[in-house]
């Protein structure tokens, strides 16, 4: 299934879509088995990859509300949807191909906990040392996400907005910091937009979007999958700064990020 002109032109107007479903109950549950692996140290993977406070939350029998990041390039079971060729058709219906892997993280919000809430913020915040910012995620729910489970929101056509901060100014103890920044239109609509998802459906938006999400309120942990992508002509235009992502240096500045670490979607 993949999108029509019109949806099409809502991504590129309002910077966010709805997907179709592009994972089976099997390939559900392999992810749901593997993403418990990791959080309950089932498998060894880097400490520095995953949530702050798991250890702590750990030794008090519980998992927190946690982000697991750079998780394809380790493990095989998430590396498979590289070759998921669903995916790639929609990714490169709205990017320019061959479309490529830029990082990934899975993202579990724990029952009962109201307080999970991830602030406001623009992805290409935190990848501005690649550009140019045409980059998308797909967005895939392993549980269904509702607004009582802590969705994603968003705030259309935000991606259009020109900013004007840097990485390094942002509050992130503010979970509205972003909102009260230079660069939004004065009169600009800033009610945003619940993105429900069905569990296995997928969700796209765009790298300058700005979303955010709620906490649990519900008696199920709420899990996500999230490939962050990036169209073929992306170059690498300063230093990694974080050792949490992929280490961008394997290209040279201005060469295109392209290779091993930053796999291309199967072909279409």
């Known amino acids: 299934m993949l999108f029509t002109d019109a949806q099409i032109e809502h991504y590129k107007t309002q910077g966010y879509l709805s997907g179709p479903r592009v994972l089976s109950d099997e390939q559900i549950s392999a992810l749901k088995e593997r993403i418990d692996d990791i959080l309950h140290g089932r498998i060894p993977f880097p400490k520095h990859l995953m949530g702050e406070t798991i250890e702590q939350s750990r030794a008090k029998g519980q998992l927190p509300s946690v982000k697991v990041v750079n998780i394809f390039r380790r493990e095989p079971t998430f590396a498979a949807l590289i070759?998921?060729?669903?995916?790639?058709?929609?990714?490169?219906?709205?990017?320019?191909?061959?479309?490529?892997?830029w990082e990934d993280q899975m993202i579990y919000k724990p029952a009962y906990d109201a307080k999970t809430a991830l602030a406001w913020h623009q992805d290409y915040t935190f990848w501005n040392h690649v550009?140019?910012?045409?980059?998308?995620?797909?967005?895939?729910?392993?549980?269904?996400?509702?607004?009582?489970?802590?969705?994603?929101?968003?705030?259309?056509g935000s991606h259009l907005w020109q900013m004007r901060y840097d990485r390094?100014?942002?509050?992130?103890?503010?979970?509205?910091?972003?909102?009260?920044?230079?660069g939004i239109p004065a009169g600009a609509d800033l009610t945003s937009a619940p993105c429900e998802v069905k569990a296995g459906h997928c969700h796209f938006h765009h790298c300058r979007t700005f979303h955010g999400s709620y906490g649990n309120k519900t008696d199920n942990p709420r899990r996500s999958y999230i490939m962050h992508l990036m169209p073929g002509y992306t170059r690498r235009l300063g230093d990694n700064w974080n050792e949490r992502m992929g280490n961008v240096e394997t290209v040279g500045v201005g060469e295109v990020v392209q290779g091993p670490d930053y796999p291309e979607l199967v072909a279409v």
Do not use: F, K, Y
């Open 168 to 182: 390094e100014d942002a509050v992130v103890d503010d979970p509205h910091w972003l909102l009260q920044q230079e």
């Open 83 to 101: 070759d998921n060729s669903t995916i790639s058709a929609l990714a490169h219906q709205l990017m320019s191909g061959p479309v490529r892997m």
């Open 131 to 156: 550009g140019p910012a045409d980059m998308g995620t797909c967005w895939i729910a392993l549980d269904d996400a509702t607004v009582d489970n802590g969705c994603m929101h968003v705030i259309p």
